[in-house]
């Protein structure tokens, strides 16, 4: 079952990889919301502790980094799109979905250098830091949430 996931995650990434920055825009919601999900799936994998699971090969056949980076980059990419037209201003959804995803990569990087005992600092740098955005109070995917959905899979495997 694992492999699975991780086969689907591979396509998902791979299909969706495709879709060009200029189209981002136009893509509908639940392709984002499947993103979040790929990434939560893909990291706990690359991460689990189990007995006959290879988190190497996990690593080797997807980067999580690299995904996370490549649409990060598309959603920064995309607001050059919209603000051409004029219709959004500098907080827009794109930015901030590109800037949370960095986060989510830095934090990602960190939890593998503190398994090799690099770096035991977890925590997202600049938690208060908004890199100049005026972000509003309620944020669907606050970085708290992102811990939270990145958390610790092996105490929830049965």
């Not at 790929?38 to 290879?54: A, E």
């Not at 690299?66 to 607001?79: N, P, R, S, W, Y």
Request: proline residues 4%.
């Amino acid at each position: 079952m694992l492999y699975a996931c991780l086969t689907a995650c591979q396509a998902f990434f791979t299909a969706n990889c495709k879709i060009t920055a200029r189209e981002f825009p136009d893509v509908p919601f639940f392709t984002f919301a499947h993103l979040a999900s790929n990434i939560t799936i893909l990291f706990k994998l690359s991460v689990l502790r189990v007995p006959g699971w290879d988190v190497q090969h996990v690593r080797q056949t997807v980067d999580v980094a690299e995904c996370i980076e490549k649409f990060a980059a598309k959603f920064q990419e995309a607001v050059k799109y919209i603000d051409a037209k004029g219709e959004m201003k500098k907080t827009d959804a794109f930015s901030r979905c590109a800037w949370k995803l960095r986060r989510v990569k830095t934090w990602y990087e960190q939890k593998l250098k503190a398994e090799t005992g690099a770096d035991q600092h977890l925590d997202l740098p600049g938690v208060t830091q908004t890199d100049g955005f005026d972000f509003q109070p309620f944020d669907p995917i606050s970085d708290l949430d992102w811990q939270q959905y990145l958390g610790d899979w092996e105490n929830s495997m049965p």
